[in-house]
C-alpha cells in the first residue's frame, strides 16, 4: 500500500508545504492514453464515481494515477490513492483507507465513522485500485462516503464495476497500434539503451504488438525480452508459446487468455532456478527486501547466496519491481504475475511449508523491532513495520489457520503493542487483538501480552468498559499462572486509566506498584519509562511539583542515555507543566517548544495537540492574549482527530480554562473569539511552525526532534500518527531470529 509522502520537519523560518495527498512519483514515461484521459478527466467532472474497468494489465492503475495527477490541483483537500489488492479481510477494508488517508484518531468511534466525518467538509479526490476481491464491502462503504461527502470524488480502478448508484463505468480497452508500438520501443530501450528500431523491424514490432493484444503488461514483459532476443525471435517465441499454452477454459475472455500466455511465455523462457524463485516470492504481501527473500525463499535447491543473482534476473525480465522506500530498496510482484507463481506454488506442493517459514520470518522480524524500540533505532523500528504491515497481516492470518499455532497470532499481535500505541494505529490494533483474543487458547505467555496490550489500547480508545475487562483477566491468569511480567503490565496500565478518569491518587499507587514490580523483574523499557512519566504527571496533578519534576528529569536521562525519544517527548511535556505552574514561562516555553517539535516531526497529533495547548498558556501569561487564542483554536482544530479533547479530564482541562479566562479578560469576549476562530483555520504545519517561531523570536531554541519516535499523552499512554521520512535507512541491519527465552522475544517455535 502507498503511505501518504510526509514532509520533514522544516526550519522556523520556513512555511511548510501543506500535504494534500499521496500521490506516487512517475518512475517511467507515461506513453499514449490521451484520448482516454481527456474522456476521464470530462467524466469526473460530471459525476462523482468513476470506474475503469478491464482485463488484468491494461493499465487501469497506471492511468487512474496519471488522471489523478492531472486533476490534482483542482482538489484543495487532495487527491489520495488507496491500494487494496493485499488487503483480504474486509474488516481491513477502512482501517486502509483511514491509513492511506493518513488520518489518525484515538477515540472508540468506529475507523468507518472517522473516515466519514473526515471526508464530509472537504473537497478531495479518492482512488480505489484493486478492490474486485472486496467489491460487496467496498461498494457499501463507497456508497455511505459519496452520500454524506457532498466534495467527494470517487475514481476506482478494478476488473468489474462497483455498482453502486450514479456510478459511470469506463472501460480501458487496450492499446491502439501506435501507443503499443510507443510503448514497446520505449520499454525497449529502457532494457537496451542502444535499441533502435529499422524501418525493416517497424511491421515486426506492430505485429508483435497486435499479437498481444495492445496489453501494457504484455508489451513490457516482452520488451524484457529484448536483452537477450531480438524482435523477429520475440515474434517467433511468442507465436510458438501461444500455441503451446492454450488449454484454458474455452469461455475465458480471449484477452485473459492472452495475458496469461504472455506470463506463461515469461514465465517458460526463465531458468529453472528463476521459475522457483518466482513461485516462492508469491508468498509475500505488498513489498518485501531481499534479507526476506534470501530466509525464505533459500533452500537446497536455491541456496541463499545465489538469491540475488536469480532475483537480478527476474528483476532484469520485469517479473519483479523494485522501489525504493523509507527503509531501503524493496521488491514486489504484480498481483497478476503473483497469482501465476502461486498456482505453481500449489503445484509443488510446499506452499504450506513456504507460508510457514514466511510467518516464521516475520515473527523474528516483530521481535527484534520491539526490542529496537527502546534504542536510536527507534525510528527505524517504526519505519521498517509500516513497510511490512500487509506481510505482518499475513503472519497473523496463518497462525489463525491451525488452532495449535493461534498462540503465534497472539504472540505477534501483542508484540506489535508499539506500533498500534505508538504509530497511531490504534483502531487496527484492536481488530487484531480482538481477533487473536477470539479463539481459546492457554493461558501462556503470549495470550497474556496480548490482553494487556488489548487493555492498553482500550484505554487509549477511551473504551473504560473493554479496558477493566482485559486487564483485570490478564492481572488475574498472571497472578495464577505466576507471570510476574503480565501482572506488571496489568497493573501499570490500570494506573494509566485511573489517571485518564480523574483519579490521581489511586494512579499514583498503582503506577507506584507496577513500577515496583518493574524493578523486581528487571523490565526496562519504553513502557516502563512511561509509567514514570505518567507517575509524574499523577503526581503534579496532586499539587507536588518539585518530585513530578524529579521523576521525569530522572526519566529524560535515562532516554538521552538510551536514545529513546518516543518517551521524551512526554516527559518534556510533563516538566514544561511543572515549570509553567513554578515559575517564569520561559523555562515551560522551550521544555514544550522541544516537545512540540518532537512530536510534529512524527505527526503525532496527540502530542502536538496537548503541547499547544499548554502553549497558549504560556503566551497569555507572557501577556499575548490574542495570539494564546489563535494557537488555542489551532488546537481545536486537531483533536477532533485525536479524540475526546483533553480526555474530557477536569486535571488536562484547567490549563485551558486558565488560559481562555486570561484572553478573555485581556481581549474581550468578541475579539477573543475571533482570534480563536482565525486559529482553527491553521492546519498542523501551519499551527506548528506559528508556535516555534514564536518561541524563537522570545529567544528560545526549541530542540528539533530529529530522530522522535511517536509518543504518547502523559497519563494517557501513546498514540503517534507516523514516522519521519527517510528513518530506517540507516543502521544494523540484523536477520530476525525468535528467540526460544520465554517472556523475552519469540515464542517457542519447536
Given at each position: 500500500?502507498?503511505?501518504?509522502?510526509?514532509?520533514?520537519?522544516?526550519?522556523?523560518?520556513?512555511?511548510?508545504?501543506?500535504?494534500?495527498?499521496?500521490?506516487?512519483?512517475?518512475?517511467?514515461?507515461?506513453?499514449?492514453?490521451?484520448?482516454?484521459?481527456?474522456?476521464?478527466?470530462?467524466?469526473?467532472?460530471?459525476?462523482?464515481?468513476?470506474?475503469?474497468?478491464?482485463?488484468?494489465?491494461?493499465?487501469?492503475?497506471?492511468?487512474?494515477?496519471?488522471?489523478?495527477?492531472?486533476?490534482?490541483?483542482?482538489?484543495?483537500?487532495?487527491?489520495?490513492?488507496?491500494?487494496?489488492?493485499?488487503?483480504?479481510?474486509?474488516?481491513?477494508?477502512?482501517?486502509?483507507?483511514?491509513?492511506?488517508?493518513?488520518?489518525?484518531?484515538?477515540?472508540?468511534?468506529?475507523?468507518?465513522?472517522?473516515?466519514?466525518?473526515?471526508?464530509?467538509?472537504?473537497?478531495?479526490?479518492?482512488?480505489?485500485?484493486?478492490?474486485?476481491?472486496?467489491?460487496?464491502?467496498?461498494?457499501?462503504?463507497?456508497?455511505?462516503?459519496?452520500?454524506?461527502?457532498?466534495?467527494?470524488?470517487?475514481?476506482?480502478?478494478?476488473?468489474?464495476?462497483?455498482?453502486?448508484?450514479?456510478?459511470?463505468?469506463?472501460?480501458?480497452?487496450?492499446?491502439?497500434?501506435?501507443?503499443?508500438?510507443?510503448?514497446?520501443?520505449?520499454?525497449?530501450?529502457?532494457?537496451?539503451?542502444?535499441?533502435?528500431?529499422?524501418?525493416?523491424?517497424?511491421?515486426?514490432?506492430?505485429?508483435?504488438?497486435?499479437?498481444?493484444?495492445?496489453?501494457?503488461?504484455?508489451?513490457?514483459?516482452?520488451?524484457?525480452?529484448?536483452?537477450?532476443?531480438?524482435?523477429?525471435?520475440?515474434?517467433?517465441?511468442?507465436?510458438?508459446?501461444?500455441?503451446?499454452?492454450?488449454?484454458?477454459?474455452?469461455?475465458?475472455?480471449?484477452?485473459?487468455?492472452?495475458?496469461?500466455?504472455?506470463?506463461?511465455?515469461?514465465?517458460?523462457?526463465?531458468?529453472?532456478?528463476?521459475?522457483?524463485?518466482?513461485?516462492?516470492?508469491?508468498?509475500?504481501?505488498?513489498?518485501?527486501?531481499?534479507?526476506?527473500?534470501?530466509?525464505?525463499?533459500?533452500?537446497?535447491?536455491?541456496?541463499?547466496?545465489?538469491?540475488?543473482?536469480?532475483?537480478?534476473?527476474?528483476?532484469?525480465?520485469?517479473?519483479?519491481?523494485?522501489?525504493?522506500?523509507?527503509?531501503?530498496?524493496?521488491?514486489?510482484?504484480?498481483?497478476?504475475?503473483?497469482?501465476?507463481?502461486?498456482?505453481?506454488?500449489?503445484?509443488?506442493?510446499?506452499?504450506?511449508?513456504?507460508?510457514?517459514?514466511?510467518?516464521?520470518?516475520?515473527?523474528?522480524?516483530?521481535?527484534?523491532?520491539?526490542?529496537?524500540?527502546?534504542?536510536?533505532?527507534?525510528?527505524?523500528?517504526?519505519?521498517?513495520?509500516?513497510?511490512?504491515?500487509?506481510?505482518?497481516?499475513?503472519?497473523?492470518?496463518?497462525?489463525?489457520?491451525?488452532?495449535?499455532?493461534?498462540?503465534?497470532?497472539?504472540?505477534?499481535?501483542?508484540?506489535?503493542?508499539?506500533?498500534?500505541?505508538?504509530?497511531?494505529?490504534?483502531?487496527?490494533g484492536r481488530h487484531w487483538l480482538d481477533h487473536v483474543?477470539?479463539?481459546?487458547?492457554?493461558?501462556?505467555?503470549?495470550?497474556?501480552?496480548?490482553?494487556?496490550?488489548?487493555?492498553?489500547?482500550?484505554?487509549?480508545?477511551?473504551?473504560?468498559?473493554?479496558?477493566?475487562?482485559?486487564?483485570?483477566?490478564?492481572?488475574?491468569?498472571?497472578?495464577?499462572?505466576?507471570?510476574?511480567?503480565?501482572?506488571?503490565?496489568?497493573?501499570?496500565?490500570?494506573?494509566?486509566?485511573?489517571?485518564?478518569?480523574?483519579?490521581?491518587?489511586?494512579?499514583?499507587?498503582?503506577?507506584?506498584?507496577?513500577?515496583?514490580?518493574?524493578?523486581?523483574?528487571?523490565?526496562?523499557?519504553?513502557?516502563?519509562?512511561?509509567?514514570?512519566?505518567?507517575?509524574?504527571?499523577?503526581?503534579?496533578?496532586?499539587?507536588?511539583?518539585?518530585?513530578?519534576?524529579?521523576?521525569?528529569?530522572?526519566?529524560?536521562?535515562?532516554?538521552?542515555?538510551?536514545?529513546?525519544?518516543?518517551?521524551?517527548?512526554?516527559?518534556l511535556h510533563v516538566l514544561g507543566y511543572a515549570a509553567?505552574?513554578?515559575?517564569?514561562?520561559?523555562?515551560?516555553?522551550?521544555?514544550?517548544?522541544?516537545?512540540?517539535?518532537?512530536?510534529?516531526?512524527?505527526?503525532?497529533?496527540?502530542?502536538?495537540?496537548?503541547s499547544l495547548e499548554l502553549l497558549a498558556l504560556v503566551?497569555?501569561?507572557?501577556?499575548?492574549?490574542?495570539?494564546?487564542?489563535?494557537?488555542?483554536?489551532?488546537?481545536?482544530?486537531?483533536?477532533?482527530?485525536?479524540?475526546?479533547?483533553?480526555?474530557?479530564?477536569?486535571?488536562?482541562?484547567?490549563?485551558?480554562?486558565?488560559?481562555?479566562?486570561?484572553?478573555?479578560?485581556?481581549?474581550?469576549?468578541?475579539?477573543?473569539?475571533?482570534?480563536?476562530?482565525?486559529?482553527?483555520?491553521?492546519?498542523?504545519?501551519?499551527?506548528?511552525?506559528?508556535?516555534?517561531?514564536?518561541?524563537?523570536?522570545?529567544?528560545?531554541?526549541?530542540?528539533?526532534?530529529?530522530?522522535?519516535?511517536?509518543?504518547?499523552?502523559?497519563?494517557?499512554?501513546?498514540?503517534?500518527?507516523?514516522?519521519?521520512?527517510?528513518?530506517?535507512?540507516?543502521?544494523?541491519?540484523?536477520?530476525?531470529?525468535?528467540?526460544?527465552?520465554?517472556?523475552?522475544?519469540?515464542?517457542?517455535?519447536?
Open positions: 500500500m502507498r503511505h501518504p509522502q510526509r514532509p520533514s520537519p522544516t526550519p522556523d523560518d520556513m512555511e511548510p508545504a501543506p500535504v494534500r495527498g499521496n500521490l506516487p512519483a512517475e518512475l517511467s514515461t507515461f506513453v499514449g492514453r490521451e484520448a482516454e484521459l481527456a474522456e476521464l478527466e470530462a467524466l469526473l467532472g460530471e459525476s462523482r464515481l468513476v470506474t475503469v474497468v478491464g482485463v488484468a494489465g491494461v493499465g487501469k492503475t497506471r492511468i487512474t494515477a496519471r488522471v489523478a495527477a492531472l486533476m490534482e490541483k483542482r482538489y484543495c483537500d487532495g487527491v489520495w490513492i488507496a491500494e487494496l489488492s493485499d488487503v483480504h479481510d474486509p474488516g481491513l477494508l477502512v482501517h486502509t483507507l483511514v491509513d492511506a488517508l493518513g488520518l489518525t484518531d484515538h477515540t472508540s468511534r468506529s475507523p468507518r465513522a472517522v473516515l466519514a466525518e473526515h471526508c464530509a467538509e472537504r473537497r478531495l479526490m479518492l482512488v480505489i485500485d484493486g478492490f474486485e476481491h472486496l467489491a460487496g464491502p467496498c461498494a457499501e462503504l463507497v456508497r455511505e462516503l459519496l452520500r454524506r461527502a457532498p466534495g467527494l470524488r470517487v475514481l476506482a480502478a478494478g476488473r468489474r464495476p462497483l455498482r453502486v448508484e450514479g456510478e459511470v463505468a469506463f472501460p480501458l480497452l487496450p492499446m491502439t497500434d501506435d501507443d503499443a508500438l510507443e510503448l514497446f520501443v520505449r520499454r525497449a530501450g529502457a532494457v537496451r539503451p542502444d535499441f533502435r528500431l529499422p524501418d525493416g523491424d517497424r511491421e515486426t514490432a506492430l505485429e508483435l504488438c497486435r499479437r498481444l493484444d495492445g496489453i501494457p503488461l504484455a508489451l513490457e514483459l516482452a520488451a524484457g525480452r529484448l536483452r537477450a532476443l531480438t524482435t523477429e525471435q520475440v515474434l517467433h517465441r511468442l507465436d510458438d508459446r501461444f500455441r503451446l499454452l492454450t488449454g484454458g477454459s474455452p469461455t475465458a475472455l480471449p484477452r485473459h487468455q492472452t495475458l496469461r500466455t504472455a506470463i506463461g511465455w515469461s514465465h517458460e523462457l526463465c531458468a529453472p532456478e528463476q521459475r522457483l524463485l518466482w513461485a516462492r516470492l508469491s508468498v509475500f504481501a505488498g513489498q518485501f527486501d531481499l534479507e526476506a527473500v534470501e530466509y525464505i525463499c533459500s533452500g537446497p535447491d536455491l541456496p541463499a547466496d545465489s538469491v540475488l543473482d536469480v532475483l537480478d534476473e527476474l528483476l532484469a525480465q520485469s517479473v519483479v519491481l523494485r522501489e525504493d522506500s523509507a527503509v531501503g530498496s524493496r521488491y514486489r510482484l504484480l498481483d497478476t504475475v503473483r497469482e501465476y507463481g502461486a498456482e505453481w506454488l500449489r503445484a509443488t506442493g510446499d506452499a504450506d511449508r513456504l507460508r510457514r517459514r514466511h510467518r516464521d520470518w516475520y515473527l523474528g522480524l516483530a521481535t527484534w523491532c520491539e526490542l529496537d524500540w527502546f534504542s536510536p533505532r527507534q525510528a527505524e523500528a517504526a519505519a521498517r513495520i509500516d513497510s511490512e504491515l500487509p506481510n505482518l497481516r499475513r503472519a497473523m492470518e496463518c497462525s489463525m489457520e491451525s488452532p495449535d499455532e493461534v498462540h503465534l497470532a497472539q504472540y505477534l499481535a501483542g508484540t506489535l503493542w508499539f506500533y498500534w500505541a505508538g504509530c497511531g494505529r490504534l483502531a487496527e483474543l477470539e479463539e481459546e487458547s492457554p493461558y501462556d505467555h503470549s495470550r497474556l501480552k496480548a490482553l494487556w496490550v488489548l487493555g492498553y489500547v482500550a484505554v487509549l480508545q477511551g473504551d473504560p468498559v473493554g479496558a477493566v475487562s482485559a486487564l483485570q483477566e490478564c492481572r488475574e491468569e498472571g497472578e495464577r499462572s505466576g507471570d510476574a511480567t503480565a501482572v506488571a503490565y496489568a497493573v501499570h496500565r490500570t494506573g494509566c486509566l485511573s489517571i485518564v478518569a480523574d483519579d490521581p491518587a489511586r494512579a499514583e499507587d498503582l503506577l507506584r506498584e507496577a513500577l515496583g514490580r518493574y524493578r523486581e523483574i528487571g523490565e526496562l523499557n519504553s513502557n516502563v519509562l512511561m509509567a514514570q512519566v505518567e507517575l509524574g504527571m499523577a503526581v503534579a496533578f496532586r499539587g507536588d511539583l518539585e518530585a513530578a519534576t524529579a521523576i521525569c528529569d530522572e526519566v529524560r536521562e535515562i532516554c538521552e542515555d538510551h536514545g529513546e525519544r518516543w518517551t521524551l517527548a512526554y516527559a509553567l505552574r513554578s515559575g517564569p514561562s520561559g523555562q515551560a516555553r522551550r521544555m514544550l517548544a522541544e516537545s512540540l517539535s518532537i512530536s510534529h516531526a512524527f505527526h503525532d497529533l496527540l502530542g502536538t495537540a496537548l503566551t497569555a501569561t507572557e501577556g499575548d492574549a490574542a495570539e494564546a487564542a489563535v494557537l488555542q483554536g489551532a488546537a481545536d482544530r486537531i483533536w477532533p482527530s485525536v479524540g475526546l479533547p483533553l480526555f474530557g479530564s477536569a486535571h488536562y482541562g484547567r490549563p485551558r480554562v486558565e488560559c481562555e479566562e486570561r484572553a478573555r479578560a485581556q481581549l474581550g469576549d468578541a475579539r477573543y473569539d475571533v482570534e480563536r476562530h482565525s486559529g482553527r483555520r491553521l492546519d498542523v504545519q501551519a499551527a506548528v511552525a506559528r508556535a516555534l517561531r514564536a518561541g524563537a523570536d522570545d529567544g528560545a531554541a526549541p530542540a528539533c526532534g530529529d530522530g522522535a519516535a511517536p509518543g504518547a499523552a502523559p497519563g494517557a499512554g501513546a498514540a503517534g500518527t507516523g514516522t519521519p521520512d527517510g528513518a530506517g535507512a540507516a543502521g544494523e541491519t540484523r536477520r530476525p531470529a525468535a528467540s526460544r527465552t520465554p517472556g523475552r522475544g519469540g515464542p517457542e517455535l519447536g
